[in-house]
C-alpha cells in the first residue's frame, strides 16, 4: 500500500492523464483558478477508481451497511483493489462493524490516507470524531462539503472497485455522491420481506433512473433466520414482497440473505462476517449476489 500511495501522491495532477476525451484539462467558462484546481484534483482521484458502486436503500434498519461491508470484503477476497467509502454522515456504522473506532487519520502532502484493514481501504466520518457518541449536526452543504473532500483528498490509488455505504433515503448524501463522480457504475439497493420496506425501496430505484445509475440489482435482508445449532433457514417474515417489486419495476433481484446470529455477533465484535465465516451458507449467499460487480468492467485508470 505504501508504494501506491506514494505513486498516488506523484500523479494527483490532471497533466499527467493521458486520455485525450477527459476535459478536466481544460479550464469551464467562468471557472476560477480555485475551482478549477479543486475539479482537476478530484477527476484525478476518480479516473483511477475502474467502477464505482453504490449501496443505498429507500428504507432505514434493512442491514444496508452490512450489506455494503461484506460487499467490499469479498470483492477483496476475491483478489480486487477496494475501497469503502461511509457517507453516513449523521450515522457512520462502518468503523464500528469493522472494528476501527479508534483508529486515528493520517495524512501527508495535503492528501489524507485511508484506514487500511488488510488490503481493503476505509474512510467514514465516524474517523473524525473525538468521541463516539457526538452527533454530527450539519446542513446539506456542509455534507456535500465532506463527501466531496473525502473523494478529492483521500489518497485511494488505483482501485476496482469503491463500495459507497449511504445513509437511508434519497436526500443530500447519495444525491451529492452521484453528482460529483459523474459516472456510478451500479447501484446495489437493499430492502427486508416486508412489503412496507419493498414501497420505501422503490424510490430508490427511481432515484437510479432519475440521475442514470444503473441498477445491478436488489438484495432482499433477513429473510428468514438461520437456526445455530441445524443450519435451518425459518420464514419469519412475509416473503415474495421484494421480488414482486423487481418484476414490477423491471430491475434484476440478486438473491436473499438469511438473518444469522453469527452475522450480527461479527458485526458487534467488529469483525469482517466474509472473512471470519467464508465457508458457510450464507458467505455462498453473499458470493452468489456479488456475481453481477464481479463481470463489471470499468475504463483503465488512465492517470
Known sequence: MTNQREESTKNN?????????????ARKPGENDADFEQRQRLQSRLCRIKNKILVLSGKGGV????????????????GKRVGLLDVDIHGPSVPTMLGLENEVLQ??????LPVELGALQVMSIGFLLNHQDDAVIWRGPRKMGVIKQFLSDVAWGDLDYLVIDSPPGTGDEPLSVVQLLDRVDGAVIVTTPQRIAAVDVRKSISFCRELNVPVLGVVE????????????????LPTGAAEAMCRDMDVPFLGSLPMDPQLAQCADDGRAFMQV???????????????PVLVLKGPDCVA
Open 13 to 25: 495532477a490532471c497533466e499527467t492523464c493521458s486520455s485525450g476525451e477527459c476535459d478536466s484539462k
Open 221 to 236: 435482508n433477513m429473510s428468514g433466520f438461520v437456526c445455530p445449532h441445524c443450519q435451518t433457514v425459518t420464514q419469519i
Open 277 to 291: 465465516f467464508k465457508d458457510s451458507p450464507v458467505a455462498a449467499r453473499f458470493r452468489e449476489i456479488i456475481a
Open 107 to 112: 495524512g501527508h502532502a495535503n492528501e489524507i
Open 63 to 78: 442491514g444496508k451497511s452490512t450489506v455494503a461491508v461484506n460487499l467490499a470484503v469479498s470483492l477483496m477476497l476475491a
